[in-house]
């Protein structure tokens, strides 16, 4: 089969779909990228969120930037920043330790080189989906794919039962693909039936996840107190870091003298809370109560921290994996039914691994095609 005849469906636009199918476009090959949400993005997300008074507001409250340490990674982000999608954030890091009130650890310049997209997080995945060669699809849920043995290949279809039409590959970046999770949301088997395959069910069984609430935060002026970027929190019960989202190079879109900021609360606070208010999406209420509590614990710092002008909480129920199922290959490959599974889950819980499964899966098909990844 050729480049040319070969078609792809890439479940999700976070990065790892995203990397994957411009990577995949690139070669030639026809991709079709599906995502439920209403953009690209995935955990790289950023939040537009508009005051009363007109004033936009955006915060990345997802990925807050990321590093790498890995040379195919780096080979494609050193491709990113050549066409301005990332740019480097110089920022100042540190712990703030809560028992003393004290910030420690101070990290000097130049440790890692800390990415971020431009203008938000977000920039990057909705670049690569943009690329030539890559048909985006968003507002649409994948509900079920069958393998058809006698023609080779996948036809998917929508959770509300529409065909989505037939493909050659699949590529898979959600884990809860084959999760029975899923049908607690939905009330439908999950989209990927692995009954036929023991050893990947079992591999898909339950990947461990750690939740996570993020707290977005605008004020009418800097935090005087706080001497650095961002930092982490030693021995808070609720907080687990905070960062200042307008200090990012590129932010050019906040408006004059607001700061805005996002805080990211710890494991154990969420699951708590996760645990009592139960798994379907939050109340408005209820992420409003979280977000009190998150605030409160910030102010507990004694960092003279004033009254907010914008203040919200998102879940992250389970978009962080607590583990790494794809081994060396970085992503689960089934060649015989030629069915790719990406995603950071299978390299490491991290926007590099993200990066790396989708880079991998790629070039798994691409070999398949006896094509070049060109990494």
């Not at 004020?219 to 905070?242: C, H, I, N, R, T």
């Not at 614990?297 to 992250?316: D, S, Y």
């Not at 992503?331 to 691994?353: H, M, N, Q, T, Y």
């Not at 070039?363 to 006896?370: A, D, P, Q, W, Y």
Request: proline share 5%; aromatic share 10%.
């Amino acid at each position: 089969m050729s480049a040319a005849a070969a078609n792809v469906a890439v479940i999700g636009a976070g990065i790892t779909g995203a990397v994957c199918a411009s990577l995949l476009a690139a070669r030639g090959v026809a991709v079709t990228l599906f995502d439920s949400g209403r953009g690209a993005g995935g955990r790289m997300a950023q939040r537009r969120e508009v005051m009363d008074d007109g004033t936009e507001l955006r915060f990345d409250h997802g990925a807050p930037y990321f590093t790498v340490g890995n040379d195919e990674v780096a080979r494609v982000v050193g491709g990113w920043e050549a066409r301005g999608l990332v740019a480097e954030w110089k920022a100042m890091f540190a712990c703030f330790d809560r028992e003393t009130g004290k910030f420690r650890d101070f990290d000097k310049e130049g440790t890692t080189k800390k990415y971020v997209g431009v203008p938000g997080m977000n920039s990057i995945c909705k670049s690569l989906c943009q690329e030539d060669g890559v048909m985006a699809k968003f507002g649409v849920t994948v509900g079920k794919m069958d393998w058809l043995q006698d023609r080779s290949s996948w036809s998917l279809a929508s959770l509300d039962g529409k065909d989505l039409g037939n493909f050659d590959y699949v590529v898979a970046t959600d884990k809860n693909v084959a999760s029975q999770k899923v049908s607690g949301l939905t009330g439908k088997p999950p989209p990927l039936d692995l009954s036929a395959f023991p050893h990947l069910s079992t591999m898909f069984q339950d990947i461990p996840v750690r939740p996570c609430f993020a707290l977005m935060l605008a004020f009418s002026e800097p935090l005087a107190m706080v001497p650095v970027q961002g930092f982490s929190f030693y021995k808070s019960d609720s907080l687990s870091w905070a960062f200042c989202d307008s200090s990012k190079p590129g932010r050019a879109c906040v408006p004059p003298n607001i700061q805005s900021w996002v805080l990211r609360s710890t494991t154990e606070y969420a699951s708590k809370v996760i645990s009592s208010m139960g798994p379907r999406k939050p109340s408005a209420d209820a992420l409003s109560k979280v977000a009190e509590e998150l605030f409160k614990e910030f102010q507990a710092t004694g960092l003279n921290i004033p009254q907010p002008i914008f203040m919200k909480a998102h879940r992250w129920g389970s978009a962080f994996p607590a583990v790494s199922i794809g081994g060396d290959d970085k992503c689960v490959w089934e060649k015989s039914i030629r069915l790719a599974i990406c995603g950071d889950f299978c390299a490491s819980p991290s926007v590099e691994g993200a990066v790396l499964s989708g880079t991998r899966g790629a070039s798994k098909i691409l070999g398949c095609l006896n094509l070049p990844s060109g990494l």
